[in-house]
């Protein structure tokens, strides 16, 4: 932001129309994404509070999925997400808002690090009486010298 701000206020006159839209976009881009990773600090420094009590209600997992679809697709510009949702899911006992969160965060994840044309997947089913919600991509995965440094992680709603 500040390299393209800078750019702009001292070569304004010397930069085409085009030249000067790209770098107000890429200003633009960067203030969104510094506001969220803002916001997800926020979220992250709430949720580790002892003293927060989560507001869970009944929901479905269905909505927030679509949401969080919506919600991705609408600020990334990217559509063709498919979404796999397995028939009859149940209500969950969630803070749903958190939730979206989460998967919103994992499909820019997917996009930042598979790529543009990677294909995504949201998906949700009921196995053994436990829900899974998995978002998936084709990118070329997390090289092999850096798996360890990673593990899986999931999340239970109960």
């Known amino acids: 932001m500040i390299a393209a701000g800078t750019t702009l206020r001292a070569r304004r006159s010397q930069i085409s129309a085009q030249a000067a839209d790209d770098l107000l976009l890429s200003m633009v881009n960067e203030g969104e994404r510094l506001s969220r990773l803002i916001h997800n600090l926020l979220s992250v420094t709430r949720l580790e509070s002892p003293s927060v009590e989560l507001r869970r209600t009944p929901e479905s997992i269905d909505d927030i999925v679509l949401s969080a679809l919506q919600r991705f697709e609408a600020r990334s510009g990217r559509g063709q997400i498919e979404s796999q949702l397995g028939d ?70 109960r």
Request: glycine share 8%.
């Open 88 to 157: 009859d899911l149940p209500l969950i006992s969630a803070e749903p808002l958190l939730l979206e969160q989460v998967l919103v965060n994992l499909l820019e994840n997917a996009t930042r690090y598979a790529g543009p044309e990677a294909k995504i997947s949201v998906g949700a089913r009921v196995s053994d009486g436990e829900l899974t919600v998995q978002v998936a991509d084709n990118g070329p995965g997390i090289a092999e010298h850096e798996r360890d440094k990673f593990s899986r992680n999931s999340i239970a709603v």
